[in-house]
Protein backbone atom coordinates (compact mmCIF):
# COMPACT_ATOMS: atom_id res chain seq x y z
CA UNK A 1 0.00 0.00 0.00
CA UNK A 2 1.48 3.42 -0.99
CA UNK A 3 1.95 6.12 1.54
CA UNK A 4 -0.83 8.51 1.42
CA UNK A 5 0.07 12.17 2.01
CA UNK A 6 -2.43 14.86 2.27
CA UNK A 7 -1.29 18.20 2.23
CA UNK A 8 -3.97 21.01 2.92
CA UNK A 9 -4.08 24.91 3.22
CA UNK A 10 -6.58 25.32 5.82
CA UNK A 11 -7.22 29.18 4.91
CA UNK A 12 -5.21 31.74 2.53
CA UNK A 13 -6.91 34.36 4.62
CA UNK A 14 -5.17 35.64 7.97
CA UNK A 15 -6.03 33.62 10.81
CA UNK A 16 -6.64 37.23 13.37
CA UNK A 17 -5.29 37.02 16.90
CA UNK A 18 -2.80 33.81 16.59
CA UNK A 19 0.86 33.87 17.45
CA UNK A 20 3.94 32.29 15.55
CA UNK A 21 3.75 29.32 16.47
CA UNK A 22 6.28 27.40 13.93
CA UNK A 23 6.12 23.64 13.35
CA UNK A 24 5.21 20.95 15.43
CA UNK A 25 5.32 17.37 14.47
CA UNK A 26 3.47 14.44 16.30
CA UNK A 27 1.64 10.99 15.54
CA UNK A 28 -1.41 9.94 15.61
CA UNK A 29 -2.23 6.02 16.63
CA UNK A 30 -6.12 5.28 17.58
CA UNK A 31 -8.04 2.38 17.95
CA UNK A 32 -4.92 -0.21 18.85
CA UNK A 33 -8.28 -2.92 20.48
CA UNK A 34 -5.74 -3.98 22.76
CA UNK A 35 -5.88 -7.69 24.64
CA UNK A 36 -3.43 -8.66 26.87
CA UNK A 37 -1.91 -12.38 25.99
CA UNK A 38 -3.14 -12.04 22.11
CA UNK A 39 0.26 -12.27 20.45
CA UNK A 40 -0.76 -10.54 17.14
CA UNK A 41 -2.04 -7.72 18.58
CA UNK A 42 0.88 -7.42 21.55
CA UNK A 43 3.27 -7.92 18.42
CA UNK A 44 1.41 -5.11 16.38
CA UNK A 45 1.15 -2.64 19.41
CA UNK A 46 5.15 -3.26 20.04
CA UNK A 47 6.40 -3.22 16.46
CA UNK A 48 4.19 0.77 16.07
CA UNK A 49 6.22 2.01 19.17
CA UNK A 50 9.50 0.76 17.51
CA UNK A 51 8.38 2.11 13.91
CA UNK A 52 7.41 5.36 15.55
CA UNK A 53 10.96 5.47 17.79
CA UNK A 54 12.17 5.53 14.20
CA UNK A 55 10.68 8.68 12.97
CA UNK A 56 12.78 11.67 13.19
CA UNK A 57 11.89 15.41 15.33
CA UNK A 58 8.20 14.09 16.53
CA UNK A 59 7.53 15.63 19.91
CA UNK A 60 4.96 13.36 20.76
CA UNK A 61 2.32 10.78 20.51
CA UNK A 62 -1.54 10.45 21.03
CA UNK A 63 -3.52 7.12 21.23
CA UNK A 64 -6.75 8.52 20.26
CA UNK A 65 -9.42 6.01 22.24
CA UNK A 66 -10.30 2.40 21.94
CA UNK A 67 -6.82 1.78 23.25
CA UNK A 68 -8.31 -1.11 24.99
CA UNK A 69 -10.43 -3.70 23.02
CA UNK A 70 -13.01 -4.34 26.23
CA UNK A 71 -12.95 -2.20 29.77
CA UNK A 72 -10.60 -4.96 31.49
CA UNK A 73 -8.53 -3.74 34.53
CA UNK A 74 -6.29 -6.43 33.39
CA UNK A 75 -5.33 -5.09 29.77
CA UNK A 76 -4.49 -2.07 30.55
CA UNK A 77 -0.92 -2.36 32.65
CA UNK A 78 0.25 -4.76 29.56
CA UNK A 79 -0.86 -1.60 26.90
CA UNK A 80 1.15 1.23 29.18
CA UNK A 81 3.99 -0.91 30.07
CA UNK A 82 4.95 -1.47 26.06
CA UNK A 83 4.14 2.27 25.10
CA UNK A 84 6.04 3.26 27.90
CA UNK A 85 9.01 2.27 25.68
CA UNK A 86 8.13 5.33 23.55
CA UNK A 87 11.02 7.61 23.33
CA UNK A 88 8.63 10.48 23.30
CA UNK A 89 6.13 11.74 26.35
CA UNK A 90 2.37 10.21 25.27
CA UNK A 91 -0.83 11.47 25.88
CA UNK A 92 -4.33 9.50 26.10
CA UNK A 93 -7.74 9.43 24.59
CA UNK A 94 -10.62 7.37 26.59
CA UNK A 95 -12.98 5.91 24.10
CA UNK A 96 -16.11 4.04 24.37
CA UNK A 97 -14.22 0.38 24.71
CA UNK A 98 -11.66 1.67 27.34
CA UNK A 99 -14.40 2.25 30.53
CA UNK A 100 -17.17 0.60 32.27
CA UNK A 101 -17.65 1.86 35.51
CA UNK A 102 -20.00 -1.10 36.44
CA UNK A 103 -17.11 -3.00 35.72
CA UNK A 104 -14.66 -1.77 37.72
CA UNK A 105 -12.99 0.15 35.31
CA UNK A 106 -13.93 4.09 35.22
CA UNK A 107 -12.49 6.90 34.08
CA UNK A 108 -10.47 8.03 37.33
CA UNK A 109 -9.45 4.45 37.92
CA UNK A 110 -8.22 4.15 34.22
CA UNK A 111 -6.32 6.90 34.39
CA UNK A 112 -4.75 5.76 37.64
CA UNK A 113 -3.71 2.20 36.61
CA UNK A 114 -1.57 4.59 34.09
CA UNK A 115 -0.16 6.58 36.57
CA UNK A 116 0.87 3.71 38.37
CA UNK A 117 2.40 2.45 35.30
CA UNK A 118 4.25 5.57 34.05
CA UNK A 119 5.15 8.08 37.02
CA UNK A 120 5.39 10.52 34.13
CA UNK A 121 1.71 10.75 33.87
CA UNK A 122 -0.15 13.04 35.58
CA UNK A 123 -3.38 13.56 34.14
CA UNK A 124 -5.95 12.88 36.10
CA UNK A 125 -9.04 13.75 34.37
CA UNK A 126 -9.86 12.42 31.18
CA UNK A 127 -10.03 16.52 29.70
CA UNK A 128 -7.16 18.15 29.81
CA UNK A 129 -4.74 20.80 28.13
CA UNK A 130 -0.80 20.45 27.04
CA UNK A 131 1.54 22.95 25.23
CA UNK A 132 4.60 22.48 22.86
CA UNK A 133 5.94 25.16 20.59
CA UNK A 134 3.46 27.66 20.86
CA UNK A 135 0.44 25.21 19.60
CA UNK A 136 -2.23 24.72 22.82
CA UNK A 137 -3.77 20.95 22.61
CA UNK A 138 -6.51 19.64 24.42
CA UNK A 139 -8.11 16.53 24.59
CA UNK A 140 -11.63 16.26 25.28
CA UNK A 141 -13.49 13.13 26.29
CA UNK A 142 -16.81 12.16 24.89
CA UNK A 143 -16.78 8.42 26.66
CA UNK A 144 -19.63 7.56 28.62
CA UNK A 145 -18.65 5.21 31.47
CA UNK A 146 -22.07 4.02 33.12
CA UNK A 147 -23.34 3.12 30.00
CA UNK A 148 -21.15 2.84 26.99
CA UNK A 149 -21.99 2.93 23.66
CA UNK A 150 -21.29 3.56 20.15
CA UNK A 151 -22.73 7.57 20.24
CA UNK A 152 -20.12 9.97 21.19
CA UNK A 153 -21.78 12.28 24.26
CA UNK A 154 -19.70 15.67 24.98
CA UNK A 155 -21.93 17.01 27.81
CA UNK A 156 -22.36 20.48 28.57
CA UNK A 157 -19.73 20.83 31.27
CA UNK A 158 -17.44 19.57 28.91
CA UNK A 159 -18.25 21.80 26.33
CA UNK A 160 -18.02 24.66 28.84
CA UNK A 161 -14.82 23.60 30.32
CA UNK A 162 -13.86 23.77 25.83
CA UNK A 163 -15.03 27.09 25.73
CA UNK A 164 -13.16 28.36 28.42
CA UNK A 165 -9.72 27.01 27.46
CA UNK A 166 -10.50 28.29 23.82
CA UNK A 167 -10.91 32.09 25.49
CA UNK A 168 -8.22 31.46 27.57
CA UNK A 169 -5.65 30.37 24.94
CA UNK A 170 -7.27 32.65 22.20
CA UNK A 171 -4.17 33.87 20.73
CA UNK A 172 -2.67 29.93 20.30
CA UNK A 173 -3.76 27.90 17.35
CA UNK A 174 -5.51 24.96 18.88
CA UNK A 175 -5.53 21.22 18.11
CA UNK A 176 -8.41 18.93 19.51
CA UNK A 177 -7.85 15.15 19.80
CA UNK A 178 -11.10 13.42 20.98
CA UNK A 179 -11.99 9.89 20.17
CA UNK A 180 -15.72 10.62 18.32
CA UNK A 181 -15.51 12.62 14.98
CA UNK A 182 -17.71 15.36 14.78
CA UNK A 183 -17.55 14.85 10.74
CA UNK A 184 -16.49 12.41 8.43
CA UNK A 185 -16.58 11.49 5.22
CA UNK A 186 -18.51 7.95 5.60
CA UNK A 187 -20.36 8.97 8.80
CA UNK A 188 -22.77 6.26 10.20
CA UNK A 189 -25.79 6.86 12.21
CA UNK A 190 -24.64 4.52 14.72
CA UNK A 191 -21.14 5.84 15.62
CA UNK A 192 -22.34 9.52 15.23
CA UNK A 193 -22.10 12.26 18.27
CA UNK A 194 -25.22 13.54 20.08
CA UNK A 195 -26.32 16.99 20.31
CA UNK A 196 -23.20 17.71 17.84
CA UNK A 197 -24.68 21.06 16.96
CA UNK A 198 -23.79 22.38 20.55
CA UNK A 199 -20.17 21.79 19.56
CA UNK A 200 -20.19 23.42 16.10
CA UNK A 201 -21.42 26.63 17.42
CA UNK A 202 -18.38 26.48 20.05
CA UNK A 203 -16.33 26.11 17.08
CA UNK A 204 -17.57 28.27 14.97
CA UNK A 205 -17.58 31.42 17.74
CA UNK A 206 -13.83 30.77 17.99
CA UNK A 207 -11.24 31.03 15.39
CA UNK A 208 -8.17 29.52 17.18
CA UNK A 209 -9.27 25.44 16.28
CA UNK A 210 -6.52 24.13 13.85
CA UNK A 211 -8.12 20.96 13.82
CA UNK A 212 -9.92 18.02 15.59
CA UNK A 213 -8.31 14.68 15.33
CA UNK A 214 -10.57 11.73 16.44
CA UNK A 215 -10.54 8.05 15.67
CA UNK A 216 -13.58 5.02 16.24
CA UNK A 217 -14.56 4.82 12.84
CA UNK A 218 -11.44 2.64 11.65
CA UNK A 219 -11.47 4.80 8.50
CA UNK A 220 -9.40 7.06 7.08
CA UNK A 221 -10.95 11.02 6.37
CA UNK A 222 -10.43 14.38 6.24
CA UNK A 223 -12.78 17.39 5.97
CA UNK A 224 -12.50 21.02 6.12
CA UNK A 225 -15.73 22.59 7.84
CA UNK A 226 -15.80 26.77 8.66
CA UNK A 227 -11.63 26.16 9.24
CA UNK A 228 -11.24 23.39 10.90
CA UNK A 229 -9.80 20.42 9.36
CA UNK A 230 -11.08 17.72 10.88
CA UNK A 231 -9.04 14.53 10.69
CA UNK A 232 -10.49 10.88 11.24
CA UNK A 233 -7.48 8.13 11.34
CA UNK A 234 -7.82 4.31 10.61
CA UNK A 235 -7.56 1.74 13.35
CA UNK A 236 -3.93 0.45 14.19
CA UNK A 237 -5.64 -2.89 13.33
CA UNK A 238 -6.18 -2.10 9.63
CA UNK A 239 -4.20 -4.37 7.18
CA UNK A 240 -1.24 -3.74 7.14
CA UNK A 241 -1.57 -1.97 10.61
CA UNK A 242 -1.08 1.97 10.21
CA UNK A 243 -0.29 5.14 12.32
CA UNK A 244 -0.28 8.70 11.19
CA UNK A 245 2.10 11.25 11.08
CA UNK A 246 0.97 14.78 11.40
CA UNK A 247 2.96 18.14 10.45
CA UNK A 248 1.76 21.62 11.39
CA UNK A 249 3.13 24.39 10.14
CA UNK A 250 2.55 28.22 10.92
CA UNK A 251 3.99 31.28 9.39
CA UNK A 252 3.37 34.41 10.75
CA UNK A 253 0.47 36.57 9.21
CA UNK A 254 -0.95 33.23 7.66
CA UNK A 255 -2.91 30.16 8.82
CA UNK A 256 -1.29 27.41 9.61
CA UNK A 257 -1.02 24.34 7.04
CA UNK A 258 -1.39 20.37 8.29
CA UNK A 259 0.79 17.64 6.10
CA UNK A 260 -0.44 14.09 7.23
CA UNK A 261 1.12 10.52 6.30
CA UNK A 262 -0.59 6.78 6.71
CA UNK A 263 2.80 5.10 7.41
CA UNK A 264 2.68 1.38 7.92
CA UNK A 265 3.64 -0.63 10.23
CA UNK A 266 5.98 -3.62 9.44
CA UNK A 267 5.09 -6.73 11.09
CA UNK A 268 7.86 -9.63 11.24
CA UNK A 269 7.28 -12.78 8.70
CA UNK A 270 4.94 -15.65 10.89
CA UNK A 271 6.83 -18.67 11.21
CA UNK A 272 4.81 -21.70 9.38
Known amino acids: MKKNIFLTLLSILLLQNTVFAGVIKFVQVTDSHFIAKDEYRTEVLKQTVKSINKEKDVSFVVFTGDNLDSPKEAYLPGFVNIIN ?29 VRDNNCFYKYKKPNYVFKKNGFVFIVLDGAKEVIPGSIGYYKDDTLNWLEKQLKKYKRNPVIIFQHFPLIAAKERPT ?50 PVYKVITVTTTRGFSPMIYTELKEVEMPQRKE
Open 191 to 240: HTVYQKEKYFDILDTNNNVVSIIAGHLHTNSEIMRNGVYHITSPTLLSTP
Open 85 to 113: KLNVPYYLVIGNHDVFKNNGLSKEHYLEI
